[in-house]
């Protein structure tokens, strides 16, 4: 019984709430009797008085005759029929009272037809929801009425006429009425179809077949089901042409890139600076459509350069009424996909002279670990003393790892009003990492609303987030991640769990195995932190008018403001400091003062404002559909921070404050603003809803270009056509359309780029400041980039809309790089900021499938497969600027991947030196391409009744990546497949070289190169390598590369191939008999999984999900169950 | 209708904003101003960082600092892993040097007017001679009459011959000291010189002798005119005097020395060469107690910290694995624990009295100059040399510190000035090979170059200086980037210096 009470309470508490919320926005005072007296005005007017007045609604066709005569009214608290009848009377219009103070207004001709009867009826969709408001017309005629709140209408027509049933978002549907006088009418949605209505640049609705260019939707419920810290996770795969990278670290964003570029983010026609996808509630997305290529630019300007990520936000209901649902979503970890290992086999080095292993952390190319006696840190007793030398820490890893978790809680309220609608959202996630003191929590507040007014419409929304985390860790090998000392340069020696009382002295000095390198993990955890507590707040407001009934004016503005504190203390006694971490953007790299211990502060904040004023108008003159816009908008954001830090240690442990710096404290600060103007305009035409024809342009003017180059102007043109509305109708196929489009975009220059600064460094000596010189010569006259892109595209529905095939190919030629072109430092200057004339062509193919192979009342099988392949490539070289290389010619790939490979010889053998260690060449050459071949994705969503089972599996195929952990757990000596024979008997007889490389060595004669690398004269003679070495040695050179730059020797540069199960759900959904019992609409229980299975090429050891791999934190399975509940 | 008319207000004047907005960019540059970078700082500041660019020690770490330590067979690194550098193993320099030019010229152009400019002017001569110097030294031909024209448009500057460049420098260092001659005390100066013109210019003198005397082998070129030069600033008189001080830097602990503070995880694993402490236990030279800390095996073994013999240093160029199996034993001599330790351990010594006075003595032994006598040069070099050492913390000197009755008792056995000439030029490189330990590092290779004293250890086995195992590489390869951003011109310098192929072991024209 508790939970019937509970949704009540709650039901009347945001009743009230809602209620004063409205009450606050709309003015007209609500009376149930009619009191009015105006005279001498268009009826028209009239009943917008009567509107004002009561909370009656009038509907009517715009070009209902008779409305404009002019009349008067006086009455005082009378019902409706008496003040209509008093107000129509000696009109051509009639009305009818279709009941909750909703008036049809028709015209009295209706009258004048044959023998009129009665016909009602009921609109509701495929699932038999209402639909309100749908227009119900007697075809051929002026006479229709639109559906009540419970989807029911009623008119008067003939016995043999056709009512006409729309609304937007659905299929029309003409029925005959066949002198029923009761009609039922199911609506199909127009989910799958193309006559779909997508959001595109600037919140214009446009319908898919439309469109020139590819835009692929996400509706907001296929995100809702499986949750996880951040949405974009779960449109990996699910969008063709969009590559979803999510990376294993934790608080690590996905990053998207789409066609091969970061797409701008546009929430509610706002292309905020500063949000991400993960300041997105997955609950709160109505839908998400994905503009791809140049021609969301168009209209955004140089941010939408690369494409765009719209996001709508859930407003109102359908339903009117009060609705509230709660959606809870909880993950637990079960597992990892890919987690590092460590040979147990081999402890560390170990003094012989003393018969002490050496403390400082320099992995494991020590002794076999058998049992002898070796003096050793008792972390226990705390001090050093003999002990069986054996690998107690082989488990240190796995021990050291926490249960992860996420949950995601959602709950929303939706009041829906005859004439507007308020909704609340309030979010919850919270994410526990894999590692000890690792804990993230976002949350998120919405709150919008629309208001229709006659021909205004007014929608606003505001939403707070807030993501805070104790300590978000560092990452990665500069940044000394928990792996450095755990498992890299650790040895299996030591037993973590008797280390977790971390302090020798406490706040000062650690109880630890290593005295340098290596921290106590615990110590790591706990006492070097990086904190971070992150407000967002933006808002959108938008003002609709109707000025005519073709001409329309929009008014929008958005806002956003951010401020980001984040800490980094280190404790007194640690042996790393905060690597390259940085605290605000554009920060400097922390690194710090180990181990005195350091306290850093950085803050950042920043807002960025957005308003366009546009207007629309649409015309239809014959068979043509003519549509305009022209619009402005102001764009500027500024981002500051401030970081400042503790110099010399602290002065008292621990105490973690600027007071505390021994020395004066580090100032840093910066602040970047930039503002465009924009003026743009859309003009588009149909014919007979066959042929599409659309064209846009947009001129800007920014502030970070010159003011003779700040204005610049592109233009766009794009057109579509349905091949099957000429072909003869052919029973398989539904729907064919070709498309096309050409697009230019301009992207201007860096802020403060074209400025010849110098650079001030304070106190670099003493007290002396330094002013350095650019590097860069600034001298030019910047002008923008420019893009050019042509797509063409097709689109194909079959069998009944089961069937559908949309490919598209796009290359864009990218050209007037801003560049910091390399010149010869001899000139004075590293490089030269200028326009180059290079060009860059990126070309790639994109294919959307969708099948429904199976399709009754109970059983539905959706597969969906997304397959995108593209590759940049040079179209044109600049003769100064573009290198000088042989890897850089016309035609050949961007992304090369350069290394100094092994030196062979002509067989391919490997040659070794005198010591037996294999030689590198002195010379770049190129190896591969960093960027997949292609990257792909399927979905299948199969139902049985109420059941239903989602599964989404993702990969790609191709790229180059450097294994960054792999390389190191070879170079310490952790990797378990360095248990070679040799190694034990280099271990075990000290200074004997026992490990044979294979290849050869030269024996006698020389080899010259020139200055391109290639071969001029050699001589050389080979023998096969007969000169042993140590097995560390040889490892060391044979794995070269660090992670701090520099090319990697070609073993640990591993093809990036790999797919994942990345989600599964089983939903069950209650029926609805069962929910009414419970008061409630719905509710759908599911088990869920994310991140479920990992199969990749190479990378065995570390997820490279995220596009690259260093010290990639163990990639977690996730398992878990969703629960959904709307009242 | 009110409200209506309200409304259409609102979209009328916001259609107006927007449209004056566009109409007026006007603070579009106000905008894109970066209120933290300056477009006209004072000369001083710019000064700062000429001089900071020339004397500091500007490498990423602790690890860069001992690099050049290791190529000089200063110190081994053990136990991490093998250093190529320790091996001979030289790859390509840089040109980024260069960019301060730019930086001079505007140094100069902003103290236009200012009394201080001929001072700055002296800075900027040597500054621009200190850095084209060592990128001769490194690679050879390199750009130099058409360096520092990106301004001008061109940007792929022809090489000169080293002939050439050095001609400049030391005519630019000629110049410096007219300037600094006719210069007032300047701000901005880091260096313990604190602006005094007259003490740059002794300090700038001294490096051009420092110059001369690595063209040695070039004496009698006629075009260069190295003793004619060399006699000249001599006779001038305006040299490095004792108590003039060092030119260089001295550390803080803000402004910390290189080594300190690495918490002992690189720092901990260097070992001191045989070559360096065998050489100064033939000199009985207690600078072996500020150097190095005694063998834990020969402590072990009972002998006391201040005893020589508890020092022992390693083989640079034995195998890596046998290196650290002997490291591990504690068979060697670490490093001395004040440079881990300390954050002033030593200044940053870049040009010292004791360098000009073993440079004037071996001067003198070659009839480049005619003043003074050579034992008198040698013994106040080394003195001063000692006192330098004296001054840094007694207590890390195992018991034996220098005093001052310890250097004037210096010269006797091995140390007293020798009796032929070829003994006392071994004498005066083996000093200047000791001074610049943990200093100059990289100029002692150019002088072992020049000289081929003292003699490093040399190991077919393990020498990484692959297509020559039997001798060490001569060269720096010209930067990698070059082949990308001027190669022609690079191509011509390699053409007529080493037969077109940029390789460590061609002899350039200075040491040939």
Known sequence: MERKIKPRILRRAWLKLSFIALMALLTPHLFAQITVNVQNKPIKEILKSIEAKSDYRFFYNEGLKGLDKISSLRVSNVGIDAAMTALLQNSEVAYKNEGNNLVALVAKEAEKRGPLRRVSGNVSDSKGVPIIGATVMVKDSKVGTITNYDGDFSLDAEANETLVVSYIGYV???????????????????????????VTALGIKREQKALGYAVQAVEGDLLQTVKGVD????????????????????????????????????????????????????????????????????????????????????????????????????????????????????????????????????????????????????PISKTMKSMPYLPIGKDNFANFLEQGYILNNNINVVQQGENGSLRASATWVQNKGQYPNSKFDKLTYSIGGEIKFNKLALSSSLTYNKNTTPNKGFSGYTGYDPMYGLLIWSAADWNILDSKDYWLIPNEVQNNSYTAGNNNPWFDRYERTHSMDKDILNGVLELN??????????????????????????????????????????????????????????????????????????????DFNFEGMVGGSLRYYQDEGIETRTRGGLSIPAFYSLKASIDPVQVAS??????????????????????????????????????????????????????????????????????????????????????????????????????????????????????STIEVGSAINMFKNKVSIDVAYFSKDMFDFIRSASVSSASGFSSNYLNIDEIRTRKGIEVALDVTPVKTKDWQLDLNVNWTTSKTVFTQLDSLYSGDRPWIKEGMRTD???????????????????????????????????????????????????????????GRVGGLAQTITEMYMWRSGSHPNSLVPERYLDATVPGSKNYLGEGVKVVSGTVTYDTYGNITSDNRVFAPNDVKTTYKSYIETYHKGTAWGGSPSPVDLYD??????????????????????????????????????????????????????????PSQRYIGFNVKVGF | MKMKNNILRIINNSLLLVFLAFVSCDNFDDINTNPDAATNPSPSMICTNVVLKTVKFNGRDAMAFLDANLLAKYVGFANQSQQGSQYNSISNSDFGGMTLLPNIDQMVKNSEGNIMQNSYKGIGKFASSWMFYNLTMQMGDIPYSEANQGEMGNFRPKYDTQEQVFIGILNELKEADGFFASGVTFDGDPTPYAGNPDKWRRASNAFALKVLMSLSKKAD????????????????????????????????????????????????????????????????????????????KQKAAGLAEGDMAAYVGVDVSIDYAAMTAQHLLGAYSLLNSRYLKEATSEPRMMVTYAEQQLILAEARIRGWITTGNAKDYYESGVKSALAAMMATKASYAHGKPIDQAYIDSYFTGEAAFKATTDEQLKQIWLQRYVLNFMQDATHSYYEFRRTGFPVFPLNPITNLNQNNPNGFPMRWLYPGSETNTNRENMKAALDRQFDGYDEVNKIMWIIK
């Open chain 2, 221 to 296: 070129v006629a075009s260069l005119n190295v003793k004619g030069r060399f006699a000249e600033i001599v006779a001038g008189g305006r040299l490095l005097e004792p108590n003039t001080g060092f030119l260089g830097l001295n550390y803080s602990t803000v402004n910390m020395h290189p080594l300190s503070g690495t918490n002992d995880l690189f720092t901990s694993r260097t070992d001191v060469s045989s070559l360096l402490i065998d050489h100064l236990k033939s000199l009985n030279d207690r600078r072996l107690f500020y150097v190095a800390d005694p063998s834990a």
């Open chain 1, 545 to 622: 008018y109707d000025i005519r009934k073709w001409l329309k004016a929009k008014l929008r503005g958005g806002y956003e403001t951010y401020s980001n504190r984040q800490e980094i203390k280190v404790s007194k006694g640690s042996f790393q400091g905060a690597g390259s971490a940085t605290l605000i953007p554009n920060g400097t790299e922390v690194w710090g003062e180990s181990q005195k211990g350091s306290y850093n502060l950085g803050i950042s904040r920043g807002y960025s404002a957005n308003s366009e004023a546009m207007l629309f108008a649409s015309q239809k003159v014959s």
């Open chain 1, 172 to 198: 029309s549907k003409e029925l005959k009425i066949n002198g029923q006088s009761r009609l039922n009418v199911k609506l199909e949605e127009n989910v799958k179809a193309l006559s779909e209505v997508v």
């Open chain 1, 1056 to 1113: 990036a191939t790999f797919f994942k199960i990345r989600e599964v759900s089983l939903t069950y959904n209650l029926p609805h008999l069962l929910t009414k019992k419970l008061a409630m609409k719905d509710v759908s229980v599911s088990a869920i999984a994310q991140n479920v299975f990992l199969w990749a090429k190479q990378f065995k050891y570390s997820d490279i999900d995220g596009g690259s791999e260093n010290f990639s934190d």
């Open chain 1, 670 to 787: 910066n602040i970047y603003r930039k503002q465009t103007n924009s003026f743009f305009g859309r003009i588009a035409v149909d014919w007979k809803d066959m042929l599409f024809l659309e064209a846009t342009f947009r001129n800007d003017w920014t502030s970070t270009l010159s003011a003779a180059e700040r204005s610049y102007f592109y233009p766009s043109v794009s057109g579509s056509f349905l091949l099957s509305e000429i072909l003869p109708k052919q029973d398989w196929l539904s729907f064919w359309k070709i498309r096309s489009s050409w697009v230019t975009s301009k992207k201007t220059a860096g802020i403060y780029s074209i400025n010849n600064v110098y650079t001030i460094t304070n106190a670099a000596w003493g007290t002396l400041s330094t002013a350095n010189y650019p590097t860069s010569i600034r001298g030019n006259d910047i002008f923008p980039e420019s893009t």
């Open chain 1, 896 to 954: 090369y991947y350069l290394i100094r490979d092994y030196l062979k010889d002509q067989q391919g053998n490997i040659i070794h030196n005198a010591s037996g260690l294999p030689l590198f060449s002195s010379y770049d050459s190129n190896y591969g391409y960093s960027d997949p071949k292609y990257i792909w994705g399927l979905g299948v969503n199969l139902r049985y009744k109420n059941w239903q089972l989602g599964v989404s599996v993702d």
């Open chain 1, 231 to 378: 949405m974009a996770t779960s449109l990996t795969g699910k969008v063709a042409g969009l590559m979803v990278k999510n990376s294993s670290e934790f608080v690590a964003e996905p990053t998207l890139t789409l066609r091969g570029e970061t797409p701008i983010l546009v929430i509610d026609g706002v292309p905020f600076k500063n949000m991400s996808l993960r300041d997105v509630p997955s609950d709160d997305i109505e839908n998400i459509s994905v503009l791809k290529g140049g021609t969301a630019s168009a209209l955004y300007g140089e941010d939408g350069d690369r494409g765009a990520i719209m996001v709508t936000t859930k407003k109102g209901t359908k339903n009117k009424g009060l609705s509230v649902s709660i959606n809870s979503g909880t993950m637990f970890t079960a597992g990892y996909l890919a987690i590092p290992e460590l040979q147990a086999t081999y402890g560390r080095v170990i003094t012989t002279a003393t018969n002490t292993y050496v403390r400082s952390g320099d992995g494991s190319w020590g002794a076999p670990m058998e049992g002898q006696e070796v003096i050793q840190w008792d």
